[in-house]
């Protein structure tokens, strides 16, 4: 699992807020505003698939390791499906991995340090409790995206896995 929560709802901001205020540095804090108060006029313009990734892309201070980084490149021709993507939120609804039972099957969790819209923090009352076969690994200079940011250690740390289990080549 990679930026996957470990639970999800409506007091999901509950937990992102309180992360942000409190871990983001100053400098980054005053690049995200600076990108809202730049991009902001222009994306409240927008509708649908465009709103919703000039949002992203608007709030890389929450998203990625460089709070500067530019991810438009990667959004080039995209455009989302909104109905699909309303469907696969909606079907979260109020998400706790702990509803059930634990998770017994291997599990590899990859979370970015700078990762605000999914802090690592909502997992650390889940980890030791929840998973008896979990690989965890914090990437220190990832956010949302550490198989991006780290692409190499994400890669090393994937294989590695793969083969403990057994589904390596």
């Not at 690989?135 to 991006?148: I, M, R």
Request: glycine share 6%.
């Amino acid at each position: 699992m990679v930026g996957s929560p470990a639970r999800y709802g409506a007091d999901f901001a509950k937990i992102t807020d309180p992360f942000w205020q409190q871990d983001a540095s100053s400098e980054r804090k005053a690049v995200h505003q600076q990108r809202l108060d730049k991009f902001r006029p222009q994306v409240s313009k927008l509708k649908g698939s465009d709103a919703l990734i000039a949002r992203y892309i608007m709030n890389a201070a929450q998203y990625w390791y460089d709070p500067h980084f530019d991810s438009a490149p990667f959004w080039k021709d995209v455009h989302l499906n909104m109905s699909l993507l309303g469907s696969f939120f909606k079907s979260f609804g109020n998400y706790d991995v702990r509803h059930g039972t634990p998770i017994q099957r291997p599990i590899l969790l990859a979370l970015g340090r700078y990762d605000y819209s999914v802090p690592y923090t909502v997992w650390e009352t889940v980890i030791r409790d929840w998973f008896s076969n979990l690989t965890y690994s914090l990437f220190d200079k990832s956010g949302h995206t550490p198989f991006y940011e780290e692409r190499e250690r994400f890669e090393n740390e994937l294989v590695t896995w793969l083969n403990k289990i057994g589904g390596g080549s």
